[in-house]
């Protein structure tokens, strides 16, 4: 798999980010009328100055609801810049999350919205985003962009039993199997919730995704294209790396209990391997340990403890059978045995996904 230096991943936003450094003040009134525009929620108002340019605003509150690029260009002579840059502007301000595309044929785009902008502007530009705000603002961003996504979703849980989300927990080999399955070339792409919570030392460009539609990763120019083989490689590392595997069918998220939307999810309904929904449970087997304690270190889980006789205790009642531990146990004494839960309904079908890449 083609490895990309940090140097070369940050020439490559460097080129992308002409418009997003004018930061010039434009006034409250403008402010007010582009955060309704623009879907921006209230608690985070306070940070759009640093999180969008000027020209991005003034466009946005002189844009139809819907343009091509004569559109384009005639808003942005009206705004004293030069219509010849309309088909650049697009693609440019596309690319990092700031419109939408509306038809495949690409000749018409919209704003995308702040739920949008925030998923792939931050993603990419991560260096400068996170060099905007202060750590505190940074988790106060996280934190609210989380929970605007997620509770109104935990509310259906709870109301209706209804599964937040599609996603299942895989082992290892259940997701190496599933991937050669599927057959299809996959698209690698940064990991949106590690890059909005914060850097945990862990890798972040782990997001496997086979869509590559319009308003896709893929399809926005930021992705790596996999072959099924490199897929499979990319996964066995993201679980050496001590990172789980949730598949909902188009994406299979490789990420841990600290940062993913899922894991927070599943901790905020409680819902533990109901949902995303496990298939598997562990099995200790406490003649074969001999007391390593990698277990404890592998589960994020908190399910292994170290008990005073240099074996482990084992609440099982925890585990949501992502495999890390026994895939690692080097006496076998870990093992993984089919569970079957009830589970929660699957959602009814929503084209607004916690994750939609
Ligand atoms: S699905 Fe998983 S890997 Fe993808 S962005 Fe969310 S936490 Fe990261
Ligand atoms: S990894 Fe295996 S051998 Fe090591 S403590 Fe855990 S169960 Fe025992
Ligand atoms: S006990 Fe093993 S399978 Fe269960 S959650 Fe922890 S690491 Fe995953």
Known sequence: MRRETRAGARERVDEERDVMTELRPIGQGDWDRFAERYSV?????????RLFSTLQVRFALAAPDRFGVGETGRVLASLGEDPAGAAEFLRKQYKIGFLDLVDEAQTSWELAGYATFLDVWPVWENEEY????????????????????????????????????????????????????????????????????GDCGKPRETCISYRDGINTYAHRGWSRRLSVEQTKE??????????????????????????????????QLGSGPNW????????????????????????????????P?????????????????????????????????????????????????
Not at 277 to 288: K, N
Request: hydrophobic share 30%; net charge negative; proline share 6%.
């Open 234 to 267: 990319a996964v066995r590392k993201f679980d050496r790396a001590g990172l789980m595997h949730t598949l909902n069918g188009t994406t299979i998220c490789n990420c841990c209990g600290d940062c993913c939307y899922l894991s927070r999810g599943r901790e």
């Open 309 to 357: 006789d240099r074996k482990v205790s084992v609440d099982a009642t925890r585990c949501v059978g992502c495999g890390l531990c026994a895939n690692t146990c080097p006496a076998g004494a870990l093992t993984m045995a089919e569970a079957s839960y009830p589970g929660l309904r699957p959602e009814e079908p929503d084209p607004s996904r916690v994750h939609s890449h």
């Open 41 to 49: 929620p209230e608690n985070v108002r306070q940070y759009m100055a």
């Open 276 to 307: 995303p929904l496990a298939h598997h449970v562990v099995e200790y087997d406490r003649e074969r340990c001999v007391g390593c304690g990698l277990c404890v270190r592998r589960c994020w889980r908190d399910v292994f403890e170290r008990t």
């Open 130 to 197: 996170r060099s905007r705000f202060t750590p505190e603002e940074l988790r106060d961003i996280d934190w609210k962009y989380f929970h605007a996504s997620f509770d109104p979703r935990e509310r259906q849980a709870r109301e209706q039993g209804v599964a937040p989300t599609e996603d299942e927990v895989y082992t290892l080999q259940e997701t190496l199997d599933w991937i050669d399955r599927n057959g299809r070339p996959a698209y690698l792409s940064f990991c949106d919730c590690r890059s909005l919570a």
